[in-house]
């Protein structure tokens, strides 16, 4: 088998990674982790085939806490960060996996019912090859796999997505055009894709499709999405009641992102499990009110907007008038708060700062983004103490803007700061973080960051 070891192979991906999109630097890095993921690929035994490369990166949620899975908006882009996978298809369905990093092997099969279930990150491609069976009855080929990561696990950047997206699109590699279409689907359509991989991860039924297990957490499809269709170097708003992209917008020179993530491990099919699936409970509960109080259809939050506008203040009536008495195992005031945070996220501050970027009005972000940091505080319930401290101390080292993002419960927080001062503010933010948390200081992590491609194959 060919590895990508030496240094004119090390050389040639570098310079595919930045034919995709990845800067220089980046791809600098990125090559080094593929000649690894090479030579553990090698070190398998496999067939001696050709050898697959993909990169799937990590993504940011600028706007859109908990909108996805309620059929909302969202602003997001992907990072410089993220997994890279080698793979070799197999003629039989054996998946045999290993984590380059950590030399741990895994052996899965592509089949709708597992021998063993899976633990850790070998739950991710599991739910892929076990779905994956169920969807396409027969033979699926499976392949021999190695990845590594520079993505922070569990630290709100979607590591856990990154899996899932990268063993669906070596699978469908080594499946070639079988795993093209479902229930007459095109998954060319990488916006639908992240829609149909959302449901994987979830497990909730798709178009028509069976629900599944998936991995437990009862999430959407923002962070699929946005691995699979970002833009290098801008920002992309998603429709996810009409699974489309909507605005496309370059982030300018003079900004840049740094990201701190917070040393506060939210593990979404771990301890913070059950946290992260109550905020989505909330939304569904939401509904399910809706549908007894006020005696009317709607298949989800954003449904139920677009058929009236009116339908909202309707149910904030119905919440209201419940006040602390239970409402589908929840409190009316505690599904009202949810109801506010989705509405006021998804119909007015996600519209306002695309329309404020777009007009070049970065320095208009601020108060909007501030906004939506508090609704995730006092509506969603799902902030830390790290976090707020890190979004506020952000503010108040300059930042143009700065926010939590991802599930919540811990994770990572964003800085949009002016290039020039990048450094110093980075070096600012972490030296203060540390005098507050010297406990997570080990754990915690600042980068700059561009914002990068979509997920590739490196061709």
């Not at 000649?35 to 993909?54: E, I």
């Not at 437990?216 to 699929?224: I, K, N, V, W």
């Not at 939050?301 to 409402?327: D, I, S, W, Y």
């Not at 983004?369 to 101390?393: G, I, K, M, W, Y």
Request: charged share 20%; net charge neutral.
């Amino acid at each position: 088998m060919t590895t990508l070891s030496s240094e004119t192979d090390t050389k040639s991906t570098r310079q595919l990674l930045e034919k995709i999109g990845l800067s220089p630097v980046a791809a600098g890095h990125k090559a080094k982790l593929f000649a690894d993921a090479s030579k553990a690929l090698a070190s398998m035994g496999g067939n001696g085939g050709p050898v697959s490369r993909w990169w799937v990166p990590g993504r940011l949620e600028f706007l859109g806490k908990h909108t996805d899975y309620c059929a909302g908006r969202s602003i997001l882009a992907a990072v410089e960060r993220g997994v890279c996978f080698c793979s070799s298809l197999r003629t039989d369905s054996r998946l045999r996996i290993v984590d380059a990093a950590a030399g741990e092997v895994v052996e899965l099969q592509v089949c709708a019912q597992p021998t063993a279930p899976a633990q850790g990150w070998a739950l991710y491609p599991a739910a892929v090859a076990r779905r994956l069976a169920a969807v396409f009855p027969g033979s699926l080929r499976g392949a021999d796999v190695a990845f590594i990561s520079d993505l922070p696990p569990a630290a709100g950047l979607s590591s856990s997505s990154c899996l899932i997206v990268g063993f669906f699109l070596l699978l469908a590699k080594s499946n070639g055009e079988f795993l093209g279409t479902v229930h007459g689907q095109k998954l060319q359509d990488r916006v639908v894709l992240g829609e149909f991989l959302g449901a994987v991860e979830s497990g909730r039924a798709w178009r028509g499709l069976a629900s599944d297990a998936g991995v437990g957490t009862q999430g959407g499809s923002q962070d699929q999405t946005a691995i699979l269709s970002s833009t290098a170097g801008s920002l992309t708003a998603f429709d996810f009641f009409e699974a489309r992209r909507g605005a496309v917008i370059k982030l300018p020179a003079e900004l840049t992102l740094v990201i701190a993530t917070s040393g506060v491990v939210a593990r979404k099919t771990g301890a913070a499990m059950a946290a992260y699936n109550n905020v989505s409970q909330r939304a569904a509960a939401c509904l399910a009110c809706w549908r007894d109080l006020v005696k009317q259809p709607g298949e989800n939050l954003e449904a139920m907007f677009r058929a009236n506008p009116e339908n909202f203040p309707r149910l904030r009536t119905a919440l209201q008038a419940h006040g602390e008495k239970p409402v589908a195992g929840f409190s009316g005031t505690d599904l009202l708060a949810r109801v506010e945070q989705f509405d006021t996220e998804s119909h007015r501050l996600i519209p306002a700062a695309i329309a404020a970027m777009r007009a070049g009005r970065w320095a208009d972000l601020g108060d909007i983004v501030d906004e939506s940091q508090q609704l995730a505080d006092t509506c969603l319930h799902n902030q830390v103490e790290q976090t707020r401290r890190l979004a506020a101390t952000a503010r108040s080292l300059g930042a143009v803007a700065a926010c939590a993002f991802g599930a919540g419960f811990g994770g990572a927080v964003w800085a949009l700061v002016e290039t020039s001062r990048a450094e110093a503010f980075t070096n600012a933010w972490r030296d203060t973080y540390g005098r507050e948390f010297p406990d997570l200081q080990p754990a915690a992590g600042f980068f700059q960051t561009a914002l990068g491609p979509a997920a590739a194959e490196l061709k």
